[in-house]
């Protein structure tokens, strides 16, 4: 390989080239993704066809889409806070599962006695619904930039490992302080009250896209506009320049934290209070990572997190489709999702290095003599 | 409480399934230590592990033999790292994003081989495993005998393993390359060793050791492949490498701890003690926060961890 | 004679720059080469196509007659070239021996090992031999981490001496030492060169190769502009055949008004990385309308001391006051607020973020002047005319404000973040190197912007490790040593051989000036 390609001078690093091997790389990666149909006799172009048809095709598809986008959307919101800061936080798994139990206790204590109602006026519920969740999620991941910069910890390997402790939090809490009777490790469900109201009639589309445009609208806002965000920007691209310039590097890397982890959190509030209206075991189902991925594909764009995170709902919610279908395991979105980003990452290769030709420098250099 | 024959059966039953637990995680943090060692923090030994189990169990239920099994882990641990190694070392990408969507890679792979050799349907199927050696004598040995000298060949395998890497690492000429590649690549580079080659090299062993981890798991533990499997042992596995601080021998002497840890939960709950089981699952994984968190002291890592390296 | 090395029309090119434009050199066996030139004249580039670290566009490398490729590091080892590069290339963990040894094996093995085992034992014996031999006193077991400067470069040339290297070549090796330790290593070279092999010293410093050269080559823009005997030539010839064209040398200084005291520091105790006291007791006042410069050679303390003064690294004992008031444990903010800005040595690292813009970069320590009423939101608009006027004012080169900081060449880099520091209107402004790695022209333009601050009553407090800044600039030098200060001297005392002695750790004839 070393033979075959050489160092580019200076890397391709318009926007068209980046644009172009972005896109190429999401070609590129279905185009694998296609033999993946094969040995279920599915012919590639039909599966892609209804796998994008049930997800985008239909009203209804469109509006599991929009369910299924709205955590990924905040997850990737999420990172974004926190890479940019240069906060290497992968815990929102962990957010997401403490997020929905924060959720689910808010509305299950927000029941009246006689298990009609809440207690709070909807005007009041939902900001301290909100609330309560991020701060669950916000505390959570705080811990974890408390112990990065009090005490210097591995923040990469705290979250990943928080996020195991999280989910084994909530099985215990299903299956023990807030079981409800019945054979099944899972809460009551809620009070309708507590739901996501459908904002698309004749579908299941929930207010859950809502917040997370809402929150992508935030933090775009917080990135490019704020001061604060300036400075998070800076702590992330050089904590030593940021420490120089009179950025106090810790409690950045702490509201980073937080921030990541209220947002994680808010995730696992939409799918708890959105689609399941209880909270049961085994919520976040990869979600926490493939929103990571998501993020990375938006190239930690808080505005372009948006479509991206439409296209990888789509994926996900048509995959599930074609199982039902097809018998293809949807397992494979898996595949596409993070085959996408490697190629987008791979695709670097080309940006920096270049077919070897045939050396015509020592030819120039023998013509001048 | 309890008497002491209660408690002797206790102590061997859990220290006898800490050790059998420890093995995949020592076997995939040798590699790990390889890596870092070198400069690449892999986090996609996580992946790789289930790739590894995955390997282990398609060769052993077509060939019948486990041995030829612990061949494929190695194999799909090492081919799978390949391309880990040319993204991390030649295309110079940031190396946790890499792993971490790796692993996601890695999942859906092995979710969906799995599911087409075997059918969606269907129970999986039971393979032949790896059986437990009785080392004559020693494992007559009151309490030792069944902790140490009773366990799976594959046990007595890692534990060699284990020599021979840190003999490797700190007495060879192969192992000061790593040490200089990882600590300061370009001094390393101007001494005549390349930097490239022995960091694509140490990937590719903690990749056999995160493949030979995952047929660890299916071929000496369990007998069967689940895409559920791994739950976190590769991340687990990069914790007892900072724990370890780089050395195999203390890493194996961390991987004992954390076998154990996670053992007491089978064993407390064997001899049916009231303590809520998810608590207990999630001891491991508290153990490792506490370990990396900076609370008990900081080693000092390799000095060019995480950082590509650029030549010419 | 054939010469040992001779390297023809060599080019070398990078992403924008063409950093060997047909550069020769022959350096004949038992000479000590001279390749003489400014900072990014191309002379480590060319050396490092010499030892194979760099692919030359065009050209060749003969040894003895015969032309060679490098294909790598290890191919021009293995041809006996050595190299020692100006920020060594040592391994801190690893022990002297451990050191010397790597990379030796393959078709490098020079004593017999078993089965890539190795064998530190023999290598120490043979390292100890050595270093009586040429006088060269290591430890062989002691980790670099722990020796001095001075020993990690007897390290270096060990390491050379151990390959048997007939062609040795040291990059910018006075950097780091002081005049004294400078002879001693000048003395090695000249002795190394009597036993037959070649030497090349790249360097800037003229009076070293007036000592030890045999003959110089010159480096121009990338070019080699000339090859002389030492003994046709003179330091005036060379310094023109250097820049270009008659150097500055010395700089016109208006009268000294010193003002009141800004800032003062008693019995200041700072530690450095390891945790190893690196400033032992300092006491310094700087007052306004003065330059105070702090000379010493690098690693002796001025680093932390200046960090301390800042902000950015604890004060483990003593006291910092400015202009009365405590500030010893203040936060880098609170130095800013009490009218202490900062030029800190890396410009890259962390006197910018290169991914920035100049206009980001521009406002980067003083954030709270460019936000909205509420100091929530950041007021782009000005933000964009100060980085418009900061550009202008200080002559910053680039093509636009929206321009990546980090793609602006050293002085141009050094003028914008000086500008942004003088634009604050400080009362007293630390400088730390302000003018390494520049070239000559950016150089008079950073000096006359520090008179300029001084001229206006701004105090500044100046470190350099360039003896000939620090007489230029400087009202008062301090010296410094293993962090504490040798001895005050006028700068119009400071000869060579007095200040010399000082950073070597001898207080001189201190002269106490008596100041208002």
């Known amino acids: ?42 012919n590639p172009l039909l599966a892609y066809f209804s796998l994008f048809e049930s997800s985008l095709g239909s009203l209804r598809g469109f509006g599991m889409t929009l369910n299924r986008a709205a955590p990924l959307i905040l997850v990737a919101l999420g990172t974004c806070v926190a890479w940019r800061a240069g906060f290497g936080f992968l815990g929102f798994e962990g957010c997401m599962t403490i997020g929905a139990a924060a959720a689910a206790w808010f509305a299950l204590v927000g029941v009246s006695e006689d298990g009609q109602g809440i207690l709070l006026p909807a005007l009041l519920f939902w900001p301290a619904m909100l609330a309560v969740a991020f701060a669950a999620g916000g505390i959570w991941a705080g811990s974890v930039g408390v112990l990065r910069t009090r005490y210097g910890g591995n923040e990469v390997l705290i979250s990943l490992m928080m996020n195991y402790v999280a989910i084994f939090l909530v099985q215990y809490l299903v299956s023990g302080p807030m079981r409800a009777s019945g054979s099944l490790p899972q809460t009551d469900r809620f009070p309708t009250e507590s739901w996501l109201a459908t904002i698309i009639p004749g579908t299941r589309a929930h207010a859950g896209i809502l917040i997370a445009v809402g929150a992508a609208f935030l933090v775009w806002l917080l990135i490019s506009r704020m001061r604060v965000g300036f400075e998070l920007v800076v702590t992330g691209l050089s904590p030593l320049a940021a420490r120089y310039s ?23 509030l939409v799918e708890v209070l959105g689609t399941q209206h209880r909270l049961m075991d085994g919520l976040s189902g990869g979600l926490g990572f493939i929103g990571i991925v998501v993020a990375l594909l938006a190239k930690l764009n808080p505005l372009l997190i948006v479509p991206v995170a439409l296209l990888y709902a789509a ?55 | 409480m309890f008497d002491d024959f209660a408690f002797s059966a206790f102590v061997v039953t859990w220290l006898a399934a800490g050790i059998r637990l420890a093995g995949p995680l ?287 | 004679m054939l010469p040992a090395v001779e390297l023809r029309g060599i080019v070398k090119r990078f992403a924008n720059v063409l950093a060997n434009d047909h550069a020769s050199l022959s350096v004949l066996p038992g000479e000590v080469h001279a390749l003489l030139g400014e900072n990014g004249a191309g002379k480590s580039t060319l050396m490092q196509v010499l030892y194979g670290s760099y692919h030359a566009d065009g050209g060749e490398i003969l040894l003895d007659g015969s032309p060679v490729h490098f294909a790598n590091q290890r191919a021009a080892i293995h041809a006996g070239i050595g190299m020692i590069h100006q920020d060594f290339m040592l391994v801190r963990p690893f022990t002297v021996a451990e050191n010397v040894v790597l990379g030796l094996d393959g078709e490098l093995q020079l004593y017999e090992e078993k089965r890539g085992i190795l064998d530190l034992a023999g290598a120490s014996r043979r390292i100890e031999e050595l270093s009586t031999h040429h006088g060269l006193q290591v430890d062989a077991g002691a980790r670099i981490e722990h020796l001095p400067v001075g020993v990690q470069q007897r390290v270096e040339i060990l390491k050379l001496l151990y390959r048997n290297a007939r062609i040795l070549i040291l990059d910018e090796p006075t950097a780091v030492l002081t005049p004294q330790e400078t002879a001693k290593l000048l003395e090695t070279l000249r002795s190394l060169a009597a036993e037959g092999r070649s030497i090349i010293i790249v360097t800037h410093k003229l009076h070293e190769i007036i000592e030890v050269a045999d003959r110089v080559t010159i480096m121009r823009d990338g070019k080699t502009v000339a090859t002389v005997a030492k003994e046709d030539t003179t330091e005036a010839e060379l310094a023109r055949l250097m820049v270009g064209r008659d150097v500055l040398l010395r700089v016109r200084k208006s009268p000294l008004k010193r003002g009141a005291t800004l800032l003062t520091t008693q019995g200041l105790k700072v530690n450095d990385d390891r945790g190893e006291e690196a400033v032992s007791g300092i006491d310094l006042s700087v007052n306004a309308g003065e330059i105070v410069g702090i000379a010493g050679v690098d690693g002796n303390g001025q680093s932390q001391l200046v960090e301390a003064l800042a902000g950015l690294r604890p004060v483990m004992g003593g006291q910092i006051s400015m202009e009365g008031t405590d500030i010893t444990h203040g936060t880098p903010a609170c130095r800013k607020a009490c009218g202490i800005a900062y030029v800190p040595a890396d410009r890259r690292g962390v006197g910018s973020v290169g991914t920035l813009s100049i206009e980001d970069n521009s406002v980067l320590c003083n954030l709270g002047a460019f936000t909205g009423k509420f100091g929530v939101f950041r007021d782009r608009a000005r933000s964009r005319s100060h980085a418009r006027d900061l550009v202008a004012r200080f002559g910053v080169k680039a093509p636009d404000i929206r321009f990546p900081a980090g793609k602006l060449s050293g002085g141009n880099l050094q003028k914008m973040i000086l500008g942004r520091e003088i634009m604050q209107q400080p009362k007293l402004l630390i400088v730390e190197q302000p003018t390494r790695g520049l070239d000559v022209g950016a150089i008079e333009g950073v000096w006359a912007e520090l008179l ?24 008062r030098i301090l010296v410094i040593f293993e962090g504490r200060f040798m001895g005050e001297l006028r700068p119009e005392d400071a000869d060579d051989e007095t200040i010399g002695l000082m950073m070597a750790g001898r207080s001189g004839k201190t002269r106490t000036m008596t100041h208002v």
């Not at chain 1, 009179?246 to 696992?268: P, Q």
């Not at chain 2, 990749?207 to 299916?218: Q, S, W």
């Open chain 2, 26 to 312: 020592l076997l995939a943090a040798l590699g790990e230590i390889y890596a870092e060692r070198s400069g690449v923090l892999n986090v996609g030994i996580e992946g790789t592990i289930l790739l590894g189990a995955l390997g282990a169990y398609l060769v052993t239920y077509a060939t019948g033999s486990p041995w030829l099994g612990v061949f494929g882990a190695v194999a799909a641990g090492v081919i799978s790292n390949l391309f880990l190694a040319w993204m991390y070392v030649t295309v110079m990408a940031n190396q946790v994003v890499v792993g971490v969507v790796f692993n996601i890679f890695a999942l859906g792979l092995a979710s969906y081989f799995y599911r087409i050799v075997l059918g969606t349907s269907g129970n999986p199927e039971l393979i032949p495993m790896i059986g437990s050696i009785s080392i004559p004598g020693l494992s007559d040995l009151p309490i030792l005998g069944p902790i140490l000298f009773s366990q799976s060949a594959l046990f007595y395998v890692s534990i060699v393993i284990v020599l021979i890497a840190e003999f490797v690492l700190l007495r060879t000429r192969f192992g000061l390359n790593v040490r200089a590649v990882g600590e300061n690549p370009r001094a390393a580079a101007n001494a005549g060793i390349s930097v490239v080659g022995i960091r694509y090299i140490c990937v590719l062993l903690s990749g056999a050791g995160a493949g030979a981890a995952g047929g660890y798991l299916v071929l000496a533990q369990i007998g069967l492949f689940r895409d559920t499997m791994v739950v976190g042992q590769g991340f687990i596995a990069l914790a007892i490498v900072i724990f370890g601080r780089w050395r195999p021998i203390y890493a194996a002497l961390a991987a004992f701890a954390f076998g154990a840890t996670d053992a007491l939960q089978l064993s407390l709950q064997l001899f049916s003690f009231d303590v809520a089981p998810q608590l207990l699952l999630s001891l491991p994984y508290v153990f490792t926060v506490i370990a990396v968190s900076g609370l008990i002291g900081k080693t000092a890592q390799p000095a060019a961890l995480m950082e590509p390296y650029r030549d010419r």
């Open chain 3, 452 to 475: 300029k601050v001084r001229d206006s009553g701004q105090g500044i407090l100046l470190v350099s490790a360039e003896l000939e800044e620090i007489r230029n600039l400087a009202d």
């Open chain 1, 246 to 268: 009179g950025i106090d590097v810790g409690r950045r890397y702490l509201l980073a934290a937080v921030g990541a982890g209220g947002l994680g959190a808010l995730a696992g």
């Open chain 1, 1 to 42: 390989m070393f033979n075959l390609f050489e160092r580019r001078l200076a890397p391709l690093d318009s926007p068209s080239v980046v644009i172009a091997s972005t896109l190429g790389s999401i070609v590129l990666a279905l185009a694998i993704g296609a033999f993946l149909f094969i040995p279920f006799g599915t």
């Open chain 1, 315 to 369: 994926l996900s919610v048509g995959a599930d489709a074609l199982q039902r279908s097809t018998g293809v395991p949807s397992s494979i979105i898996f595949i596409l999702q993070s085959l996408i980003v490697l190629f987008v990452m791979a695709s670097d290769f080309i940006r920096y290095w270049r077919p070897r030709l045939p050396r015509f420098g020592a030819a120039i250099v023998q013509e001048e003599r």
